[in-house]
């Protein structure tokens, strides 16, 4: 998912925005010879994410900065372990510190959150997936991160997957309007996903021959009634209330994603250090 091209145009972005015209208190600091060694640790439990993007802050600074790893992305990290170690020049490492980071904390805070609401799904078959509620040019760190916690992926960008709203359905004039309208003009690859309030939007989205329905904001009970219309005929996804608390009862529901923003827009950054 994140090509060494990408990821290199990202950080380069962001070490420029970092360091601007020079770092003023590293530069007086030290000199081209001065070497250091630290390590990369972990206060907390979590999921570790992000090694790839970390290890190319340092490379892209120096070269020289040597790294070697003891966990890959998507391994459980307990409080106490150390994840990497760092050796080379100092004027680099001290340079980059903030930038990687950034990265891996907010890579791995993602990761992890995603793993608690996956493993609070628990025995059900549903899979908790994304939304497109990320954060502007860092949607593709994001995502990975999520896959690299043990959920699921949802559309990419608007070019993915028709997605027909409440506020389309308006527009159009009717669900069933609107799907035959998209079904004119789309690729034969794309699917289409319809948000349904209610039992009867359901069966008009059925009749259509939709490939996802959304049950959007519903009860407990009229989930497993949507369900069971549904009967294997689309993917069924549940929206709307989720969270750490909720999914487990939602997934009962027998739906097969339950999608959230809370994976990634509230999970909080992993508390990761660079220590001398």
């Given at each position: 998912?994140?090509?060494?091209?990408?990821?290199?145009e990202?950080?380069?972005n962001?070490?420029?925005?970092?360091?601007g015209?020079g770092?003023?208190?590293?530069d007086?600091?030290t000199?081209e010879?001065d070497?250091?060694?630290?390590?990369?640790n972990?206060?907390?439990?979590?999921i570790f994410?992000g090694k790839?993007?970390f290890?190319?802050?340092?490379?892209?600074?120096s070269p020289k900065v040597?790294?070697?790893?003891?966990?890959?992305?998507?391994d459980?990290i307990?409080?106490?372990?150390?994840?990497?170690?760092?050796t080379?020049?100092?004027r680099?490492?001290?340079?980059?510190?903030?930038t990687?980071?950034?990265?891996?904390?907010?890579?791995?805070?993602?990761?992890?959150e995603?793993n608690?609401?996956?493993k609070?799904?628990g025995?059900?078959?549903?899979?908790?997936?994304?939304?497109?509620?990320?954060?502007?040019?860092?949607?593709?760190?994001?995502?990975?991160?999520?896959k690299?916690?043990?959920?699921s992926?949802?559309?990419f960008?608007?070019a993915?997957?028709?997605?027909?709203?409440?506020?389309?359905?308006?527009?159009?004039g009717?669900l069933?309007?609107a799907?035959?309208?998209?079904k004119?003009?789309?690729?034969?690859?794309h699917?289409?996903e319809?948000e349904c309030?209610?039992?009867?939007q359901?069966?008009?989205a059925?009749a259509?021959g939709?490939?996802?329905i959304?049950?959007d904001?519903?009860?407990?009970?009229t989930?497993k009634?949507?369900v069971?219309?549904?009967?294997?005929?689309?993917?069924?996804?549940?929206s709307?209330?989720v969270?750490?608390?909720?999914?487990?009862?939602?997934?009962s529901?027998?739906v097969?994603?339950?999608?959230?923003?809370?994976?990634?827009a509230?999970?909080?950054?992993?508390?990761?250090?660079?220590?001398?």
């Amino acid at each position: 998912m994140l090509n060494k091209f990408f990821i290199e145009e990202h950080i380069k972005n962001a070490l420029n925005e970092d360091i601007g015209f020079g770092d003023i208190t590293t530069d007086y600091l030290t000199t081209e010879s001065d070497m250091m060694s630290c390590t990369l640790n972990t206060r907390v439990d979590g999921i570790f994410c992000g090694k790839d993007v970390f290890e190319g802050v340092f490379k892209i600074l120096s070269p020289k900065v040597e790294i070697k790893f003891y966990f890959n992305d998507g391994d459980e990290i307990k409080k106490g372990d150390k994840i990497a170690d760092l050796t080379g020049p100092a004027r680099y490492i001290l340079m980059g510190e903030r930038t990687a980071l950034n990265y891996v904390q907010r890579m791995s805070g993602i990761a992890t959150e995603t793993n608690k609401y996956q493993k609070a799904i628990g025995e059900y078959k549903a899979k908790i997936v994304d939304t497109r509620k990320t954060t502007p040019g860092f949607r593709a760190f994001e995502k990975y991160s999520v896959k690299m916690g043990g959920g699921s992926l949802h559309r990419f960008n608007l070019a993915d997957c028709a997605m027909i709203k409440d506020n389309h359905i308006k527009f159009a004039g009717s669900l069933t309007k609107a799907v035959n309208k998209l079904k004119q003009h789309i690729s034969h690859a794309h699917k289409i996903e319809v948000e349904c309030d209610t039992l009867e939007q359901v069966k008009e989205a059925l009749a259509c021959g939709v490939d996802i329905i959304m049950f959007d904001n519903m009860d407990l009970n009229t989930m497993k009634e949507g369900v069971k219309l549904v009967a294997g005929k689309a993917v069924t996804e549940a929206s709307g209330n989720v969270n750490i608390n909720t999914v487990h009862d939602i997934a009962s529901t027998g739906v097969d994603v339950i999608s959230s923003s809370a994976i990634v827009a509230k999970a909080p950054t992993l508390d990761l250090g660079l220590d001398m």
